[in-house]
């Protein structure tokens, strides 16, 4: 029998000896391979934590200890010592979530995946306990060196020394990586505390003297490293970094040696007082593909051979969003060279490798730091520049201060990218980027690009850059690019029609993606005997002259979009006719205002009814009144059975 198999919770650990457990970290490391390879999901971090994870659980006590994990990709080997290891529908629906989840686990205590927020919430958590008289309690914050880039960690470490009467201890897991490479000043030091001569040569020469003695020198080796004054500290001077924070620091420790790790962690347990622990660790360890690959050590991967680490996905030679606008932005650099390139942390994922290396000094990553990002973007638009930033939808909500006070209160010529954006599927909840279409419309001054195929974000792109007086956003979807629709008209405020058939019965503004399926109800419609216009604004936000000027023709109008339907598009559409005094009737279709869970893009977009067959019928329905009796399709592909559509319809003309 496997040892995993035996592990049903963190107290099964406590029987187990250091040879078992070493044993049990190699059947996780296995495990995560071949499951993660059959679903995809995060698997370098997590080959990276098996040791630390397996350690704190021993040590601790959770859930009475709470183990905060930062950003949350880390979380499968928790996930495996929690009792959860059926990872066969891994971030598919009904399955487990790829991020920490309480309806999981009562293990699991923070679900938002967002970086560097785990010492606030460590350092609330630790000040309930002790106020409420629970301090034989423990927290525990997992932070990854990535997430010290992020200005949250630093505001909640100088108000975690502030209180030292508390069992809190802070787990810092240094791969020198966040997704990619870690960037700036704090990763330039951690970098020379892992290379530096002192501690890898005392680490080797020490490992191997006390080798020598057998197991008494090895608990010995690991008795020394795990001293209580940090004994490697002392000749790499890492203790420095926090003395005037006046919190306790243990390492840099070998986070892969299970010994070490215990003794360590024990240590700061026993403090009774705010204590850092720095472990070294390797991503992506124990897989050579993984190792291999510079990119990102496989931070996250799609389905892939578990032995080769070889890509499985199929995906036919498609282009992504995230190509398209990497390859138009080296043009747009090409023709002017006062555009440059930022991002947070995110090189790579957001597409701007190919900027970096035709321009490697236009392109500036800040960590993870969107809000530095925001207004530092409107200190180099001041100065003469336009910057591009590139992020996440999902992430560009912690920057909506800085976009409008500082980006757009200046009228700063700044291009946000936004990728990602709309539903995303299996990452669940707090990555779908279906907030920014409702809060950056709030803005001032801003205008909202959604393109709907590639040639449209190239061009869009352009148009946002040419932008000197404000923010300008360009977002655009997870995944291959659409099919190329193109207009057959453009409009004088570059509105584009896509669709136009029999009465002007509907008009359907279909937004970014959204437009082709806004041409499919169109066409549905139309089979009905329901005539259609179907628009492209493009530029969503300001809301185009020709959308009011349609919409006074028509009898209804349908907005589609893949962003929060309350406070979305669709609503401020509504509110331009009635200041215009137009009464025609607006159906704002969206995303609920709900977290929704992780599922397929597919899946989701059906239940929130934002498919051809379901938005069709309930046209219908209105166009024609709801006393004409109508038969639900029995499949997306159905046509709805309207009796006399054309003449109901005369009729009510």
Do not use: C
Not at 125 to 138: C, K, P
Not at 424 to 452: C, E, F, K, N, Y
Not at 562 to 579: A, N, S
Not at 582 to 608: K, M, N, Q, Y
């Amino acid at each position: 029998m496997a040892l995993l198999d035996s592990i049903a919770g963190p107290r099964d650990l406590d029987s187990l000896t250091l040879e078992q457990l070493d044993e049990l970290a190699a059947e996780i490391r296995g495990f995560l391979i071949e499951n993660v390879a059959r679903t995809g999901g995060h698997l370098g971090p997590n080959l990276g934590v098996v040791e630390l994870t397996i350690a704190l659980h021993r040590v601790f006590d959770s859930p009475a200890d709470p183990i905060i994990f930062d950003t949350g990709h880390q979380s499968y080997v928790h996930k495996l010592l929690t009792g959860r290891q059926d990872f066969s529908r891994l971030r598919a629906r009904g399955g487990l979530a790829g991020y920490p989840q309480r309806s999981e686990s009562e293990h699991d205590v923070v679900e938002s995946s967002h970086a560097s927020s785990s010492l606030s919430w460590a350092d609330g958590v630790s000040r309930a306990l002790t106020q409420t008289g629970r301090n034989d309690r423990h927290v525990v914050a997992v932070v990854g060196d990535g997430s010290l880039t992020g200005g949250m960690t630093w505001e909640a470490l100088n108000n975690i020394s502030d209180d030292n009467d508390r069992n809190l201890v802070i787990v810092v897991n240094d791969n020198g990586r966040s997704y990619a490479p870690t960037i700036g000043g704090m990763a330039r030091y951690l970098n020379r505390v892992r290379t530096a001569d002192t501690y890898r040569n005392l680490r080797r020469g020490s490992a191997s003297l006390f080798a020598k003695l057998g197991p008494v020198g090895r608990a010995i080796y690991r008795g020394v490293r795990g001293g209580t004054r940090g004994f490697l500290s002392r000749f790499t001077n890492n203790a420095d970094l926090y003395s005037n924070l006046d919190i306790k620091y243990l390492g840099p420790i070998d986070g892969h040696d299970l010994g070490t790790l215990l003794e360590t962690l024990e240590l700061a347990k026993e403090f009774g007082s705010p204590v850092i622990v720095h472990a070294i660790t390797e991503k992506g360890r124990g897989f050579q593909p993984a190792r291999d690959d510079e990119a990102d050590q496989f931070h996250a991967v799609g389905k892939i051979d578990p032995v080769t680490g070889a890509s499985l996905g199929g995906g036919g030679g498609a282009q992504a969003w995230t190509d398209v606008f990497a390859d138009e932005l080296v043009h747009v650099g090409e023709d002017r060279d006062d555009v440059i390139a930022m991002t947070a942390a995110m090189l790579r994922p957001v597409g701007l490798q190919p900027f970096s290396e035709r321009f490697p000094g236009r392109v500036y990553d800040v960590g993870i730091a969107e809000q530095h990002a925001a207004a530092s973007a409107a200190g180099l638009a001041f100065g003469g520049l336009h910057p591009v930033v590139a992020i996440y939808a999902t992430f560009m909500n912690r920057a909506f201060d800085q976009v409008l006070m500082d980006v757009a209160l200046h009228r700063a010529g700044v291009t946000f990218v936004l990728d990602r954006a709309g539903v995303t599927g299996p990452d669940g909840p707090s990555h779908h980027g279906i907030w920014d279409l409702a809060l950056l419309q709030l803005v001032p001054h801003i205008r909202i690009a959604a393109p709907r195929d590639a040639a449209r974000l190239r061009e869009e792109l352009r148009e946002a850059v040419a932008v000197e007086d404000g923010p300008t956003v360009v977002r655009f979807p997870k995944g291959s690019v659409a099919a190329e629709l193109p207009a057959i008209e453009r409009l004088d405020d570059g509105t584009d029609v896509l669709y136009r058939a029999g009465a002007e019965d509907v008009l359907i503004v279909g937004i970014g993606s959204m437009a082709h399926l806004a041409v499919d109800v169109a066409e549905r419609l139309r089979a009905q005997g329901i005539g259609a216009t179907v628009v492209d604004p493009r530029w969503a936000i300001p809301v185009q002259p020709a959308i009011v000027s349609l919409a006074a023709a028509h009898r209804l109008v349908i907005t589609i979009e893949d962003g929060i339907r309350v406070g979305g598009i669709g609503t401020r559409v509504r509110q331009v006719l009635r200041e215009a005094g137009i009464d025609t009737a607006v159906d704002e279709l969206g995303v609920p205002d709900e977290f929704i869970d992780h599922a397929s893009r597919d899946e989701i977009l059906v239940d929130a009814g934002l498919t051809a067959a379901k938005i069709a019928q309930d046209v219908v329905a209105q166009v024609l009144g709801t006393r004409i009796p109508i038969a639900r399709p029995t499949t997306d592909t159905g046509t709805i059975s309207l009796p006399a559509a054309a003449e109901a319809r005369d009729t009510r003309r």
